[in-house]
T-cell receptor
Framework: DVKVTQSSRYLVKRTGEKVFLECVQD?????MFWYRQDPGLGLRLIYF???????EKGDIPEGYSVSREKKERFSLILESASTNQTSMYLC??????????FGSGTRLTVV | AQSVTQPDIHITVSEGASLELRCNYS??????LFWYVQSPGQGLQLLLK??????LVQGIKGFEAEFKRSQSSFNLRKPSVHWSDAAEYFC??????????????FGKGTHLIIQP
């Protein structure tokens, strides 16, 4: 089975810190995604990448950046964390034909 | 812009009863449609998907969904729910031509509660 691994299940960070959320997939998928999940808002797309060093903004990119130096790894970066970025973050990958696989999520709390 | 509406935030169903979760989409082109389930503390698991062909789609765990183009709907059904079906359910839409590279648009989710 395809695996998408998010390095942390829970993170607590302070306001203003630089935060890295890491995601690794093991099936050579071209496309990777970062979503944010909030109660009552569903999942919203932050950034996605269809190739190494390529990135595209999703629906809510403000306050975030991403890095994809290797095909299997897609990092989400909060340059200066704020309390309104407290959320569940989900990483996903897909090869072709919409074969999405999601990670288990990272619950980030910014205090 | 594409959008997905799940009108019911919460639904409570008795164990053994039938279930229908509603999903309406707004999309200008041919949509690809999905239902995902999320158990507490878990990622999303694909229940079923519709790309083309037969408008009644069978999925895992005994779920099915029917695509109705005239109503822009893709409702999820199960004839008899089990306590283990309690979870959050998400409907999603994607662009047919993109193959998934542009991501999915999700509804806000429906929280399913099962009464004993």
């Amino acid at each position: 089975d395809v695996k998408v691994t998010q390095s942390s299940r829970y993170l607590v960070k302070r306001t203003g810190e630089k935060v890295f959320l890491e995601c690794v997939q093991d099936m050579d998928h071209e496309n990777m995604f970062w979503y944010r999940q909030d109660p009552g808002l569903g999942l919203r797309l932050i950034y996605f990448s269809y190739d190494v060093k390529m990135k595209e903004k999703g629906d809510i990119p403000e306050g975030y950046s991403v890095s994809r130096e290797k095909k299997e790894r897609f990092s989400l970066i909060l340059e200066s964390a704020s309390t309104n970025q407290t959320s569940m973050y989900l990483c996903a990958s897909t090869g072709t034909a919409y074969g999405y696989t999601f990670g288990s999520g990272t619950r980030l709390t910014v205090v | 812009a594409q959008s997905v509406t799940q009108p019911d935030i919460h639904i409570t169903v008795s164990e053994g009863a039938s279930l229908e979760l509603r999903c309406n989409y707004s999309y200008g082109a041919t949509p690809y449609l999905f239902w995902y389930v999320q158990s507490p503390g878990q990622g999303l698991q694909l229940l079923l998907k519709y790309f083309s062909g037969d408008t009644l789609v069978q999925g895992i765990k005994g779920f099915e969904a029917e695509f109705k183009r005239s109503q822009s709907s893709f409702n999820l059904r199960k004839p008899s729910v089990h306590w283990s079906d309690a979870a959050e359910y998400f409907c999603a839409v994607g662009e047919a031509s993109g193959g998934g590279a542009d991501g999915l648009t999700f509804g806000k989710g429906t929280h399913l509660i099962i009464q004993p």
